[in-house]
């Protein structure tokens, strides 16, 4: 098992957290949506504690404890006193082998996950859409999944299932511990040979090699019209590399390009659609560099004012176009690093902050030096750079777009 530990002594609190190298991108074909279920299980019973038991643990010391799942990992967080550390190790270290998957737990858990679906996804036309998106965008690549699953899949999960997922990816191997905060590596060394060190190895896994994206040459489009829209938007997105996969330099030029193009208020998008013009009422752009495999760039905005989504989609494509054509300039390019080493130092001001950069960075392939060394080479990004990377892959007839529109009888 690997273990990282951050120490910070400023205040009397330490983030505990075992990230497991296992997302939904790495299910079994037809069994979407289990890494996420299987994270609902991790809170039920064990053979040496009731369900609950570890939750209320938590909270009786005044802490705060949370798990969530990913395309590329899942991760159990507790943030507690210094001295609750081993009671979390203990619990932890519990349920990665002792869970009890009775048909009952699996039947009640999965109902509840359901209704989540049907609260966040069927009920949300937002997520219907960015779901289709997802779907199109990766035309072969399992990103294309939901994370939460789709409902038909979901409803066949079954304890066969859920057990022999917990027997092949909940293991030491297979894991990552970080401890950040009012600890020292001597203290977690001490205490985790007593706890996660007493649990087996599990079985060798193989690489995590997935069906990787073909080479795409079509612009496409997904429009969802609902009833329930009141204000449409627009978003578009491209398959680019992550961190992992991206020539060296590229991912952070493609960084620094989300946050020059629409990374805040004082970003080209927001200052021309939204400052400028009054076209827009939102508007910005993302880079999810930290996946695994192949990712996506994307822009976004809804309309205010008669242009519409289509003004909107139309001013975009025209500010990215005088990117590609003009670049960037040294004084916003120099902004924009200013603003990422301020977004830095921030993350690394609190506990949880530090344990999250470190873990979602180790299990998506890269190393203790990447972290460390990432703020120089953001620093070292040129405006061709910039240019370059906007010109390779923000092309118009590679990208899919998405359109959210109020039906016509909403509109009336």
């Given at each position: 098992m690997?273990?990282?530990?951050?120490?910070?002594?400023?205040?009397?609190?330490?983030?505990?957290m075992?990230w497991?190298?296992i997302?939904?991108?790495d299910?079994?074909?037809?069994?979407s949506g289990?890494?996420?279920?299987?994270?609902?299980?991790?809170?039920?019973?064990?053979?040496?504690?009731p369900?609950g038991e570890?939750?209320?643990?938590?909270s009786e010391?005044?802490?705060d404890g949370?798990?969530f799942?990913?395309?590329d990992?899942?991760?159990?967080?507790?943030?507690v006193?210094?001295d609750?550390?081993?009671?979390?190790?203990?619990?932890e270290?519990?349920?990665m082998?002792?869970?009890v998957?009775t048909?009952?737990?699996i039947?009640t858990?999965?109902d509840?996950?359901l209704e989540?679906?049907?609260?966040?996804?069927?009920?949300?036309?937002?997520?219907?859409?960015?779901?289709e998106?997802?779907?199109?965008?990766?035309?072969n690549?399992?990103?294309?999944i939901p994370?939460?699953?789709?409902?038909?899949e979901?409803e066949?999960?079954?304890?066969?299932?859920?057990?022999a997922?917990?027997?092949?990816?909940?293991?030491?191997?297979?894991?990552?511990?970080?401890v950040?905060?009012?600890?020292t590596?001597?203290?977690?060394k001490e205490?985790?040979?007593?706890?996660y060190?007493?649990?087996?190895r599990?079985a060798?896994?193989p690489?995590r090699?997935?069906p990787q994206e073909?080479?795409?040459?079509?612009?496409?489009?997904v429009?969802?019209t609902?009833?329930?829209?009141?204000v449409p938007s627009?978003?578009?997105?491209?398959?680019v590399p992550?961190?992992?996969?991206a020539?060296?330099?590229e991912?952070?030029?493609?960084?620094?390009?989300?946050?020059?193009?629409g990374?805040?208020?004082?970003?080209?998008?927001?200052?021309k659609?939204?400052?400028?013009?009054g076209?827009?009422?939102s508007v910005?752009?993302?880079?999810?560099?930290?996946?695994?495999?192949a990712t996506?760039?994307?822009?976004?905005?809804?309309p205010?004012?008669?242009?519409?989504?289509?003004?909107v989609e139309?001013?975009?494509?025209?500010?990215?176009?005088?990117?590609?054509?003009?670049?960037?300039?040294n004084?916003e390019?120099?902004?924009?690093?200013?603003r990422?080493?301020?977004?830095?130092?921030?993350?690394?001001?609190?506990?949880t902050?530090?344990?999250?950069m470190?873990?979602?960075?180790l299990?998506?392939?890269?190393t203790?030096?990447?972290i460390?060394e990432?703020?120089?080479?953001?620093a070292?990004v040129?405006a061709?750079q910039?240019q370059?990377?906007?010109?390779?892959?923000?092309?118009?007839?590679?990208?899919?777009a998405?359109y959210?529109?109020?039906s016509?009888e909403?509109?009336?």
């Open positions: 690997e273990v990282v530990v951050i120490p910070d002594h400023r205040a009397p609190v330490v983030t505990h075992v497991y190298k997302g939904s991108a299910e079994p074909p037809g069994k289990i890494a996420h279920f299987f994270e609902h299980l991790m809170f039920k019973a064990t053979k040496n504690h369900a570890f939750d209320r643990k938590v010391i005044g802490g949370n798990a799942t990913t395309d990992y899942t991760a159990y967080v507790q943030t006193s210094p609750a550390l081993p009671t979390m190790m203990n619990f270290s519990d349920r082998r002792n869970l998957l048909d009952d737990v039947t858990e999965r509840v996950i989540e679906r049907a609260s966040r996804v069927d009920n949300d036309p937002g997520a219907l859409l960015s779901e998106v997802d779907a199109t965008l990766y035309q690549h399992p990103y294309r994370v939460i699953g789709w409902k038909n979901i066949q999960l079954n304890r066969t299932d859920a057990v997922f917990y027997d092949r990816y909940y293991a030491p191997n297979n894991a990552i511990l970080v950040a905060g009012d600890t590596p001597e203290r977690v205490l985790a040979e007593a706890t060190g007493k649990i087996p599990g060798d896994l690489p090699v997935r073909p080479e795409q040459n079509t612009s496409r489009t429009t969802l609902d009833p329930r829209v009141s627009f978003s578009k997105r491209w398959v992550s961190y992992r996969t020539q060296p330099g991912a952070e030029a493609l960084d620094l390009l989300s946050e020059i193009l990374g805040g208020t004082r970003s080209r998008l927001y200052q659609l939204i400052v400028h013009d076209a827009a009422s910005g752009a993302f880079y999810q560099g930290s996946m695994y495999d996506a760039f994307g822009v976004y905005g809804a205010q004012g008669g242009d519409g989504v289509a003004g139309k001013a975009i494509d025209a500010e990215i176009a005088r990117i590609v054509k003009e670049g960037v300039t004084d390019l120099e902004r924009a690093k200013t990422f080493r301020r977004g830095v130092i921030f993350a690394r001001d609190n506990s902050g530090m344990a999250n470190y873990g979602s960075a299990s998506t392939g890269s203790l030096k990447d460390d990432w703020p120089d080479r953001i070292a040129t061709a910039v370059a990377v906007a010109a390779k892959y923000l092309v118009p007839g590679k990208s899919v998405g959210l529109l109020p016509p909403a509109v009336q």
